[in-house]
């Protein structure tokens, strides 16, 4: 079923280990849609400027990305340069340029009124909460969030909180939204501000999803899956958005949601995670088959599995 | 079959944000034969001081443990006080006394001599390396080290490396040792530097297993246990020798040495490491029953498991 994406694109500047690349597509939705294009019918809400042209958009179309909801602004696209240093989990900024995404309000194409998952990328929690109303018809929603936010408009975010089904964030995020330095006592709290699921991304070490009692009428043993222990991550931007891709596509290709229905997605996930970084930028999600993904399924399933 | 444990015996003294105790038993030894001894018949060789009473000994004796190898010395026994402060995967040293500890010289009773398994717990590498030389029955030895050897004894370390099959170490150790910041990278290169195997573990994050190419039959795709995320931990002193008891103890109690008893050993190891940090010191350890090792090693399946 159809879902939609709301959130940033931009043009990354990315400095690692690995080496260096310039003005590749990035931003939230652009990671999100690319990855969940394997799962299920996506459908993109973002700005982007006069420097995105329709080989940029060609990208998109080629995965079956609907492109409607992409407003073409004047002036240029969200610019962000930035580097890592041998931790790849710590991005360092070099460049914060939000051009026509400073005045980013998202406007729902009609076509798109009848989406029934809706994943609410990383943007300001007063636009997520004003999208979510909007739609009426959806089923579930997912979201994401950052530090900027957690910090700096925290009951903006806690009113859009009650709003998301799935929350989508990491180790940080979670132990700094709770004010709570003990993982499973942060969930409980986060949980407890109105999300049914947590998704906790630990980096290298995989995800665990943490439910609230009675969710999805599924009980509440949290789970865990794993990440491939990969020997060069060349560029870790967007993994999470790639991530976020994997877990709500799988969901919203499947006809019912349960515990095993969440226990896979959390899988295709990683599995989504680890394919981004192999590669700068896109270029490995824009490339995938689904062989590719089963295959990689199955080593992340073997990697923890007792028979 | 018998398994023979090297190392220290001491008694802590430890602060964490869930209380304090003093002078409880401790040392690696003390965590790793408690934890092996609920799958396997232990012997332990550790020196202590005047101070240790049959009272002390009787903790392990009631476990079924061979006490033979305690040396009983003119002194005191190594005592180590510490605190952890909020990041419990810290440890804070506020007193180190090593008191008998300090020219322990392992002397291995002649009764030990069939033992078939051996953990080489952390202590000096010239040691380990001794011990395992007089021991010519031994099959598999495990060992642990820490940055302290790696970084001031690294030479006699590599020696020691030669002769240890299977080597449990923590990220930030193998890294040390590696000088390598990737964590699959850094593991290929301590295995090159000998051990068939590495238990690579990651706190609250569970552990991985990789394999060097060929090892024990088995093929070189590691495998990943995770652990329980647990609300209250009430003390991290002794988790990494209690995982390395559960892990060593259940390989000892098992027929045959393949890829599916390493990978139940390494969620043993988690399960054990899990219940020694639910009390202070040792106190969980010394109570278990096998059916509350069974439910637990049940529940860590779960947490990663698809159908």
Redesign the interface.
């Known amino acids: 079923m159809s879902s939609i994406a709301v959130g940033s694109r931009a043009f990354d500047s990315i400095t690692t280990p690995s080496g260096r690349a310039e003005n590749v597509l990035g931003g939230s939705v652009t990671h999100f849609s690319l990855a969940a294009s394997y799962f299920t019918q996506v459908r993109i809400v973002a700005v982007v400027g006069e420097d995105f042209t329709s080989e940029h958009e060609a990208v998109f179309k080629k995965r079956g990305i609907d492109t409607r909801g992409i407003e073409h602004a004047k002036g240029k696209t969200f610019h962000w340069a930035g580097h890592y240093l041998?931790?790849l989990n710590e991005a360092k900024t070099d460049v914060t340029e939000l051009n026509v995404f400073e005045s980013f309000k998202p406007q729902i194409p009609v076509e798109y009124r009848d989406s029934k998952f809706l994943f609410l990328g990383n943007i300001h929690p007063t636009l997520q909460t004003a999208v979510r109303h909007e739609l009426k018809d959806v089923r579930l929603t997912g979201g994401d969030t950052m530090n900027y936010w957690i910090q700096g408009f925290r009951n903006d975010l806690v009113e859009t909180l009650k709003l998301v089904n799935i929350l989508l964030i990491n180790d940080g995020e979670v132990k700094m939204l709770a004010a709570e330095?003990?993982?499973?006592?942060a969930?409980q709290k986060v949980l407890a501000m109105g999300p049914q699921a947590l998704v906790i991304k630990?980096g290298?070490?995989?995800a665990?999803i943490?439910f609230r009692d009675g969710a999805f009428g599924i009980g509440r043993?949290?789970?865990?899956?794993?990440t491939l222990?990969?020997?060069?991550?060349k560029d870790p931007t967007g993994a999470g958005d790639s991530f976020a891709g994997g877990f709500m596509g799988y969901i919203a290709s499947q006809e019912t949601l349960n515990r095993?229905v969440l226990?896979?997605a959390l899988?295709y996930g990683g599995v989504m995670g680890s394919f981004a970084v192999e590669c700068f930028g896109t270029e490995r999600l824009q490339s995938l088959t689904d062989g590719e993904i089963e295959e990689r399924f199955q080593?992340f399933?073997?990697?923890?599995?007792?028979?």
């Not at 043993?221 to 794993?226: I, K, N, V």
């Open positions: 041998e931790n330095t003990n993982l499973p006592r969930a630990h290298e070490y995989g665990t943490f043993h949290p789970f865990r899956a794993p222990p990969i020997d060069e991550v095993e226990k896979r899988f080593i399933r073997e990697l923890t599995h007792l028979d």
